[in-house]
């Protein structure tokens, strides 16, 4: 449903960064891959992996730096 939704926005001109569901479902936009289920994500994360480390830096100090930028925040989500 996400999927099909975001081609409908993009195809209406918007651009579609991220959508969510209640079901734990994250779906990134600017892929062209169409899933919330993992598969665009980890594609993100291997991008992400390669900014960081060419910036020389680790992943947790990259994390650090978002905190300390941004702030810590938490995510829960239950049943």
Same mark, same amino acid.
């Given at each position: 449903? /996400? $999927?099909?939704? !975001? *081609?409908?926005?993009? !195809? @209406? $001109?918007?651009?579609? /960064?991220?959508? %969510?569901?209640? !079901?734990?479902?994250?779906?990134?936009?600017?892929?062209?891959? &169409? @899933?919330?289920? $993992?598969v665009? !994500?980890?594609? &993100?994360?291997?991008?992400? &992996?390669?900014? &960081? #480390?060419?910036?020389?830096?680790? *992943?947790?100090?990259? *994390?650090?730096? *978002? #905190?300390?930028? #941004?702030?810590?925040? /938490? %995510?829960k989500? $239950? %049943?």
């Amino acid at each position: 449903w /996400l $999927g099909n939704k !975001a *081609l409908d926005l993009e !195809a @209406d $001109g918007y651009k579609v /960064l991220f959508a %969510y569901e209640e !079901a734990i479902g994250f779906m990134l936009g600017g892929t062209s891959v &169409v @899933d919330k289920d $993992g598969v665009a !994500a980890a594609a &993100v994360f291997v991008d992400l &992996v390669n900014h &960081v #480390y060419g910036r020389e830096l680790s *992943l947790q100090a990259h *994390l650090e730096g *978002l #905190y300390a930028k #941004y702030g810590e925040r /938490l %995510y829960k989500q $239950g %049943y």
